[in-house]
């Protein structure tokens, strides 16, 4: 059974740091996108960031470029998030997905669209204070 769990969330005051954890179970990374997501009440979800295991490749939403690193630990078979320089903005329940890329080459994935991650955890909470 596939499970992701995201962890790490917290209260920080702005311009803090928080480092959150997707620990993945019943899956390794292998063939997978793995992906960090966040919603605010009443707002649509929005992509964050993104790694595509096939290659290493991440994506970042332009909100976050610069402030925010996802990595990998595939020993642990865990997904961070390293959120420095944290704003007021950034404050969200934020989940880890995990989704395969369909290895037709004319198929347009996008790495930051939820409707491409299949798998889903629980979120975390981050509250950023101004």
């Known amino acids: 059974e596939v499970q992701l769990q995201a962890s790490g969330g917290g209260l920080v005051q702005a311009g803090g740091s928080l480092r959150l954890s997707c620990a993945a179970s019943?899956?390794?990374?292998?063939?997978?996108?793995i992906g960090w997501f966040r919603q605010v009440p009443g707002k649509p979800r929005e992509g964050v960031s993104s790694?595509?295991?096939?290659?290493?490749?991440?994506y970042y939403a332009d909100s976050v470029k610069g402030r925010f690193t996802i990595s990998t630990d595939n020993a642990k078979n865990t997904v961070y998030l390293q959120m420095n320089s944290l704003k007021p903005e950034d404050t969200a329940v934020y989940y880890c997905?995990?989704?395969?890329?369909?290895?037709?080459?004319?198929?347009?994935?996008?790495?930051?669209?939820?409707?491409?991650?299949?798998?889903w955890g629980r979120g975390t909470q981050v509250t950023v204070s101004s």
């Open positions: 997905a995990a989704g395969t890329i369909p290895s037709d080459s004319d198929y347009l994935w996008v790495p930051l669209n939820g409707d491409e991650y299949r798998y």
């Open positions: 790694m595509r295991s096939s290659d290493g490749s991440t």
């Open positions: 019943g899956f390794t990374f292998d063939g997978y996108a």
